[in-house]
């Protein structure tokens, strides 16, 4: 393809997070999105370190299963 070159889809993950209730708990807010330039975005409250954590993870798993377009590979591993 000469003159354009094959956008990497870009993906992002906020966390905002917080203290609340008694005794406190951490809470956190994050949103994300696979590709950026796409207008889907993803957003979901957790409660505690290992439920956060685990969104986090699930996320970062998905991205690194999102190939670009003909990003296919050279061999069958």
Known sequence: MVG???REPA???VVSAWHEGAPPRL???ITYSLDVAQEDRVTVTA???DEIATIVQRWLHQVAAV???GDAPVTGE
Do not use: D, I, N
């Open 4 to 6: 354009a070159a094959a």
């Open 11 to 13: 993906a992002v993950l």
């Open 27 to 29: 809470a956190a807010r």
């Open 47 to 49: 409660a505690g370190v």
């Open 67 to 69: 190939r670009a377009p």
